[in-house]
């Protein structure tokens, strides 16, 4: 069975440029969920989506926003891109409960200049 | 709302010698405990998790860890480590109930395995 897969894998922008993420889960898993990693904040949780619904989020500013596809598929996107949205950030998926197992992708490694 | 503090942020051994990574948290509810493991420049790798029963728990790669409600504890041990397990581990809690399961982290422990 395939992985998480994220895209792209890195990411070059300038301040106030808007950017999009993409996340395919794994298969037969509903629920995605993003995270920001930094050296400074850490694994921060961003939100998470289930069958097409915001199900949980964080504490992150209404620049960040996500959605889900019917097909599971997730993407994220940042407005305005600030110096400080440089991070790894990572897209988990489950197949849809508490307790299921979490799986990670890669990451996508984003630069602000 | 939960936190989670791992005690020691880099912890360096010698292969072959035994390793415990310290993990407290505090949480008002009951929580599900999870170790995690990133190799450079990769995702992040489940280890193991709690979710009830034995509070013994063991996983992948030889680790095993141990559930201490009474201290809030969540400590993960090896008893003898690989140049391989040199990596970053991390602490996570999500809340029993909160359907989507939102994990909280700790700041990670970076582990070196020395020759």
């Known amino acids: 069975k395939a992985g998480v897969t994220q895209t792209p894998r890195y990411l070059i922008k300038t301040r106030g440029q808007q950017v999009t993420l993409s996340c395919s889960p794994i298969s037969g898993h509903r629920s995605v969920s993003w995270y920001q990693q930094t050296p400074g904040q850490g694994l921060q949780f961003l939100f998470e989506?289930?069958?097409?619904?915001?199900?949980n989020k964080g504490n992150f500013p209404g620049r960040f926003s996500g959605r889900q596809f019917s097909n599971s598929r997730s993407e994220m996107n940042v407005s305005t891109l600030e110096l400080g949205d440089s991070a790894l950030y990572l897209c988990a998926s489950k197949v849809q409960g508490t307790t299921d197992t979490q799986y990670f992708g890669p990451g996508t490694r984003l630069t602000v200049l | 709302a939960q936190s989670v503090t791992q005690l020691d942020s880099q912890v360096p051994v010698f292969e072959e010698a035994p390793v415990e990574l310290r993990c407290n948290y505090s949480?008002?509810?009951?929580?599900?405990l999870f170790w995690y493991v990133q190799y450079p420049n990769q995702g992040l790798q489940l280890l193991l998790k709690y979710l009830s029963g034995s509070t013994l728990v063991k996983g992948i790669n030889g680790f095993e860890a141990e559930f201490n409600k009474s201290q809030t504890s969540f400590h993960l041990r090896k008893p003898s480590v690989h140049i391989s397990d040199t990596a970053e581990y991390f602490c996570a809690v999500s809340e029993v109930g909160n359907q989507g399961g939102k994990l909280i982290f700790g700041q990670g422990t970076e582990l070196s395995v020395k020759p």
């Open positions: 949480s008002s509810v009951s929580v599900y």
């Open positions: 989506y289930f069958s097409e619904t915001q199900r």
